[in-house]
Structures are given as structure tokens and as C-alpha cells.
């Protein structure tokens, strides 16, 4: 009880100081964390926005080329696919993916419908500004079934196609790609 009496008087000078001194070192440090913290957490959320965003084109790519049964010759460039899709057992629908460079975006088309964007903010075709050296080209990769790419392309030899593309987000860019089997291939070898 005598302890507590004499300890409620209040700090003595050298403590006042102490205390002082200990908040004038950890400030700085304080807000340093701080700071480095939310940038963190910005572009740890930069990144998984980015990601969202390409799955869904992503997704969608491969959900469209599943069905394609048929790949339109005059159409089947590196930033240009088109191809038709089984509806039902009598219609077909035909399907224009395009990579804008110009407007920087993945746009799909159906046939008789509007231009949709499936995704904004991508690099069609540009080289690193630093050295020069590093490309970034969005494009469709053509495989046949061996795997190997296709340097002329048409619809009795694709066997598989593959997008690739760069999401600029912030100051950063990302890679995505996947490769999808037409439903007309998967069972072939």
C-alpha cells in the first residue's frame, strides 16, 4: 500500500526525460512502418484487382474456345481470332476476340452483337522505354498437336490457342496467359 502511495505522485524528472526521449526515437520509426505498411497493402490490392480482372477474360477465353468448332481462316492473326461456336445442335454463333494496342484493351465480339471489352488496360505491343530490350506483346499463340507454334496458321491445323497479354495496373505490369483445346480437338490426337 505504501508503494502505490508513493508511486501516484507522478514521474520524476529523469523519467519525464526518459519517456521523452524514447517517443522522439520511435516516432520516426513509427511512421516509417506505418507508411511502408499501407503502401504494402495498396499494392498487394493493386495486384489482386489485376488478377480478378484477368481471370475473368481468362476465363471467358477458354470457356468460348471449349465450344469453337470451327476457326475462320480469313481472321486468325496474332492480335485477331475469330471462330464459331456450337449453339445447339443446328446454329453456330461466330465469336471476334481482338487485343486493341490503340485503345489497350481485349475486346470479344458475337456475331450480330456489340463490341464488348473483357478486359481494359492492357499493353498490345510496346518495348521497356529503360533499355530498350524487354518486349511486352499481347497476342494469340497458335499450337498444332504437337505443340508447336504455327507460323501460318489455319482452321485444319490449330489445335490448341494460347493467350498471352500484359495488364498494366498502376506503374506495375503483369503477365497472364493460358491456352485452351477446342471442344472439336480434345479428343483427338
Known amino acids: 500500500m505504501a508503494l502505490l502511495k508513493k508511486r501516484a505522485r507522478g514521474m520524476t524528472m529523469f523519467e519525464l526525460i526518459a519517456a521523452m526521449v524514447l517517443v522522439a526515437i520511435l516516432t520516426p520509426t513509427m511512421s516509417y512502418i506505418i507508411s ?29 474456345i471449349d465450344r469453337a468448332v470451327e476457326f475462320i481462316d480469313d481472321s486468325i492473326i496474332d492480335t485477331t481470332l475469330a471462330f464459331k461456336v456450337q449453339v445447339s445442335s443446328t446454329d453456330t454463333v461466330q465469336y471476334i476476340y481482338s487485343i486493341s494496342d490503340m485503345n489497350r484493351w481485349i475486346g470479344c465480339i458475337r456475331e ?16 521497356d522505354s529503360g533499355d530498350g530490350t524487354t518486349s511486352y506483346l499481347s497476342r494469340f499463340v497458335y499450337r498444332n498437336k504437337n505443340g508447336s507454334v504455327l507460323s501460318t496458321p489455319k482452321n ?10 500484359y495488364l498494366n495496373r498502376g506503374s506495375e505490369l503483369y503477365k497472364y496467359n493460358t491456352s485452351a483445346v477446342p471442344g472439336r480437338s480434345m479428343f483427338r490426337l
Do not use: C, K, P, W
Open 112 to 127: 450480330g452483337g456489340s463490341q464488348g471489352i473483357l478486359l481494359e488496360g492492357v499493353i498490345g505491343d510496346s518495348t
Open 156 to 165: 485444319s491445323t490449330i489445335h490448341s490457342v494460347e493467350l498471352i497479354f
Open 36 to 64: 511502408n505498411t499501407m503502401r504494402s497493402i495498396a499494392s498487394t490490392r493493386i495486384a489482386l484487382d489485376a488478377g480478378e480482372d484477368a481471370e475473368y477474360a481468362l476465363r471467358n477465353f477458354a470457356l468460348h
